[in-house]
């Protein structure tokens, strides 16, 4: 009786992985020399991880990776495409994203860049760092909308609060005046609290004009580039080679 009262209150303190662990180790004959706190502390053990697991399975699922199986332990080093294993596995450290630093990756369409932007996003994601994968114009539409829906101040403070913003597809659609200036926004609210990962087909030295330089060129290239981590991609591209050998 003293057992079931027992699992019961911990499934109404909703410990319901304790609850499992206490009825499935009750009865192992390996549990039998162990002390009340070392089988206490086994329980617990229990029920932290399975907490830990859920929580990095809600972290996976709110990144809306386009690849959810992208990962550093994947990636590829042998297609010649000016990739380092040393500079992704020294990334794959987080240091950058505690000192809200910036990625940005460019190449050719194919090399790999998004690829690489969300493994690097997974690892984040499950070293306890938030993460949203977006293109580029589909943030500015979500901007646009949100702004009709009342709700714009919400989704930037959203914005401003994840730790790692991946935008995929910069500088491959032309921007107005209205989404340079919300594009600005998010990056303004992110800089020095969060970090961004941009890939990008279009060089660096041609954002400034991408972005119709003047002033607004000029901050978004400035907290973008300012203190940023700069992998460059080249060579034939990666996905042509995976395509001709399947």
Request: hydrophobic share 35%.
């Amino acid at each position: 009786m003293l057992v079931e009262q027992t699992v019961e209150k911990m499934t109404a303190m909703k410990m319901h992985k304790m609850a499992e662990s206490f009825q499935q180790r009750l009865g192992r004959t390996d549990h039998k020399s162990l002390t009340s706190s070392e089988f206490i502390g086994f329980l617990i053990d229990d029920e932290y991880q399975d907490r830990q697991n859920k929580k990095m399975a809600s972290r996976l699922r709110g990144a809306q990776f386009k690849e959810s199986e992208a990962c550093i332990e994947s990636i590829d080093y042998k297609h010649k495409r000016g990739l380092k294993k040393s500079e992704v596995l020294e990334l794959a450290q987080n240091h950058w994203i505690k000192k809200h630093q910036n990625i940005v990756l460019t190449g050719p369409t194919g090399a790999g860049k998004s690829y690489l932007a969300q493994a690097l996003g997974n690892n984040a994601c499950r070293n306890g760092f938030r993460v949203l994968y977006t293109r580029v114009s589909k943030l500015l539409l979500s901007l646009l909308t949100a702004k009709a829906e009342g709700t714009y101040i919400t989704k930037m403070k959203k914005l401003a609060k994840t730790n790692v913003l991946i935008l995929d597809d910069f500088g491959l659609n032309s921007l107005d005046e209205v989404q340079r200036q919300d594009l600005f926004e998010v990056i303004e609210d992110r800089h020095g609290v969060g970090s961004t990962v941009i890939t990008a087909q279009l060089p660096t030295t041609h954002w400034h004009e991408y972005l119709g330089g003047g002033m607004l060129g000029d901050g978004i290239c400035d907290r973008l580039l300012h203190n940023c981590h700069k992998l460059k991609l080249s060579g034939e591209t990666y996905r042509v080679k995976v395509n001709n050998l399947t």
